[in-house]
């Protein structure tokens, strides 16, 4: 019961995918993922920037996303399409965001709509401004996990500020191939923790921690699945 | 010339805002005092637990089975929490009783109110002790006025901790009951953080499944997530946001 629970939650890859691979293991276990490598940009990208101006909003619900800025991405990066003033950034994140092995790194169908609160976005987004500059340069996966953790580590990256955290309650979110491909819930980041101190992933507990940061950042993501999707309808229940 | 003649017709304005919301504050806070079903505290028995053991389970009933089981159980006596487990994870789940309500709240005095919570360990080291301090001066027999006053002086002296980065607590029972307006609520995380903080979790928004309770006089925000099970697995009711 629990296992089954436990391979659901772990199906999606913005919150769980534990197996933390060495660099020098990725290129094995890229020839064995439906996405080994990085497909045609263009398969990344929206075409209507109105749309994902939409799907990023829908991160969190429209009392909140309404007024906050969103970015939209382009051939060149992240760029603002809405000027926003409540701190929050709505993003929508590709697959280059989930942890290093997740299979799923490549997928151009991945969706993350995100909603950062104003300390997240000052702290945790930059690196999905760092992680997208590597993959639109065209770097490999290896590359982009090494320039990650060297760019914190040479300063180029800020340290986390408490209380960050973010909304993804979108329910046209694309996490995964496998299920619904979704999961509604909010992100709590902090510093590196011991998981067993939030109690997380645990038979029955709502609190699974996130590898996505795991060895690149030093950045615990805590995922609380929330029963609800941003619109206030109710969620398939964990 | 005739910006400082704006200025000082604003603060003028701004102090006679202020003065005329405590003046509507302090009434309300009479008249709440005048309505309430519980306006001062009961005989201590109605606020124990005869049955330790029952005390024990309604405790541990805060988290899924899978912590409870492994963390310390606190229990209520007369002069205030003991250890009645000793637990290995750094958890500490306690039943709280109605003065850990903020001040204004109805059910201050309420005995029926039990509130079980499992901290977690940097809530325990940095959170549990205000517990502990309401605890002790509501045994003691002292008055809400008394009790703000001393809690106040704490964290003014610094004597009580500030939450510990990271500070939570599970909150799932569905034996808790806050008082017959909220009965057993639903299921919860909470969050604890120094006032100072501007959380900003887009808290208390439409459809946002995020409380926060700015609580008083202690400078601690505290943020609540509304979870979709309690801790026994079974999915919680219409009372969820």
């Excluded at chain 2, 995020?210 to 601690?220: L, R």
Aim: include cysteine.
């Amino acid at each position: 019961m629990n296992s089954n629970r436990f391979a659901r939650v772990a199906a999606f890859s913005f919150a769980l995918i534990f197996a933390f691979a060495a660099p020098a293991r990725l290129a094995g276990q890229d020839n064995k993922t439906p996405y080994p490598s990085m497909a045609p940009l263009d398969q990344y990208l929206i075409a209507d920037r109105h749309a994902e101006i939409s799907l990023a909003r829908s991160a969190a619900p429209e009392a909140i996303s309404h007024d906050a800025t969103v970015l939209v991405l382009g051939r060149h990066g992240y760029e603002t399409a809405v000027e926003g003033k409540n701190g929050f950034v709505c993003v929508v994140e590709r697959g280059w965001m989930s942890p290093a092995d997740a299979p799923q790194f490549w997928n151009p169908k991945i969706r993350g709509p995100v909603c950062f609160n104003p300390l997240a976005a000052r702290s945790v987004l930059p690196t999905t401004y760092k992680r997208t500059e590597m993959v639109l340069a065209g770097r490999t996966k290896a590359e982009i996990i090494e320039g990650n953790k060297a760019a914190f580590e040479r300063g180029e990256l800020p340290q986390l500020e408490p209380g960050g955290m973010s909304y993804m309650m979108s329910k046209d979110a694309y996490l995964t191939d496998h299920d619904d491909h979704n999961l509604a819930h909010l992100m709590f980041y902090t510093p590196a923790l011991d998981g067993s101190v939030w109690g997380a992933d645990l038979p029955k507990s709502p609190v699974m921690l996130n590898p996505q940061f795991k060895g690149v950042q030093p950045i615990d993501v805590f995922v609380v699945p929330v029963g609800r999707w941003s619109d206030g309808t109710a969620a398939p229940v964990m | 010339m005739e910006k400082q003649t704006n200025s000082q017709r604003f603060a003028a304005v701004a102090v006679l805002v202020f003065a005329f919301n405590m003046v509507l504050e302090a009434g309300e806070v009479r008249s709440q005092a005048a309505k309430t079903k519980y306006p001062r505290m009961a005989p201590v028995e109605e606020y124990l637990m005869a049955d330790r053991n029952a005390e024990i389970a309604l405790a541990r009933c805060a988290a899924p089975e899978s912590i409870s089981h492994d963390a310390t159980v606190l229990v209520s006596g007369r002069h205030g929490y003991k250890t009645a487990v000793e637990g290995k994870n750094g958890f500490v789940c306690v039943v709280e009783r109605s003065w850990i309500l903020p001040y204004h709240d109805s059910e201050f005095w309420n005995p029926s109110v039990r509130l079980s919570l499992c901290q977690n360990s940097p809530a325990a080291r940095s959170h549990l002790p205000l517990t502990f301090k309401t605890t002790e001066l509501a045994l003691a027999g002292m008055s809400k006025t008394q009790m703000f006053g001393s809690i106040k002086a704490a964290f003014d002296k610094k004597e009580s901790p500030m939450p510990e980065h990271g500070s939570m607590c599970y909150m799932m029972s569905r034996q808790q009951n806050f008082g017959p307006k909220f009965g057993n609520a639903d299921p919860d995380l909470m969050f604890w953080f120094p006032r100072p903080y501007h959380m900003a979790w887009g808290a208390d928004m439409p459809d946002s499944p995020v409380d926060v309770h700015q609580y008083s006089p202690q400078p601690i925000t505290e943020s609540t997530i509304s979870v979709a099970k309690w801790a026994d697995g079974t999915v919680a009711g219409a009372n969820q946001r």
